[in-house]
T-cell receptor, first 115, second 114 residues
Framework: GNSVTQMEGPVTLSEEAFLTINCTYT??????LFWYVQYPGEGLQLLLK?????DKGSNKGFEATYRKETTSFHLEKGSVQVSDSAVYFC??????????????FGKGTKLSVKP | NAGVTQTPKFQVLKTGQSMTLQCAQD?????MYWYRQDPGMGLRLIYY???????DKGEVPNGYNVSRLNKREFSLRLESAAPSQTSVYFC?????????????FGNGTRLTVT
């Protein structure tokens, strides 16, 4: 079945450091890939998505490229801020209806950015 | 823009008590979901409703029931709460189920069962 594996946290960085959070997936067919972010005390928010191979999703300085050859969707940001401190979830969704189309989430990676 | 609204925000139950978690969305979405979030487990799907009038089990449905009351509302019921159901519960909605449609989440209900 479909699954998502993302790097264990927590990740602690200094402000302006480069961020990479690794995400790999297993899926049949051609899934859509997502990164969600969860700030303390809130629900998850969509950060970015990519729907086909070689697509790059981007938002708020974050980027991720859908790499079918390595089944990866790593999240990157060139210069993190304290306000980026949150939990980040990688997820995939089959591009079809039915139960196989539901989002499957990784376990989340907690990022703490120190001033 | 309210988005997805969940009530209550916090709840403490004793083992064996029942309760219903409420969820409403104002985005005219067809599909709605209930997830639970536990430390180190990510989010796991409890039940979903692909469209008004339909509900289906997700990954962890045991101990729960749901009702899609209308297009806006999707409730989750615990008939006899157990300590293993201590968790944070999130309701979400999407334009359609699957097909790459992103989810919009509520802010969660933190449930403790003693």
């Amino acid at each position: 079945g479909n699954s998502v594996t993302q790097m264990e946290g927590p990740v602690t960085l200094s402000e302006e450091a480069f961020l990479t959070i690794n995400c790999t997936y297993t899926a049949t067919g051609y899934p859509s890939l997502f990164w969600y972010v969860q700030y303390p005390g809130e629900g998850l928010q969509l950060l970015l998505k990519a729907t086909k191979a070689d697509d790059k999703g981007s938002n708020k300085g974050f980027e991720a490229t859908y790499r079918k050859e390595t089944t990866s969707f790593h999240l990157e940001k060139g210069s993190v801020q304290v306000s980026d401190s949150a939990v980040y979830f990688c997820a995939l969704s089959g591009n079809y209806g039915g139960s196989q189309g539901n989002l499957i989430f990784g376990k989340g990676t907690k990022l703490s950015v120190k001033p | 823009n309210a988005g997805v609204t969940q009530t209550p925000k916090f709840q403490v139950l004793k083992t064996g008590q029942s309760m219903t978690l409420q969820c409403a969305q104002d985005m005219n979405h067809n599909s709605m979901y209930w997830y639970r979030q536990d430390p180190g487990m990510g989010l796991r799907l409890i039940y979903y409703s692909a469209s008004e009038g339909t509900t289906d089990k997700g990954e962890v449905p045991n101990g729960y029931n749901v009702s899609r009351l209308n297009k806006r509302e999707f409730s989750l019921r615990l008939e006899s709460a157990a300590p293993s159901q201590t968790s944070v519960y999130f309701c979400a909605s999407s334009v359609e189920q699957g097909l790459g449609s992103p989810l919009h989440f509520g802010n969660g209900t933190r449930l403790t069962v003693t």
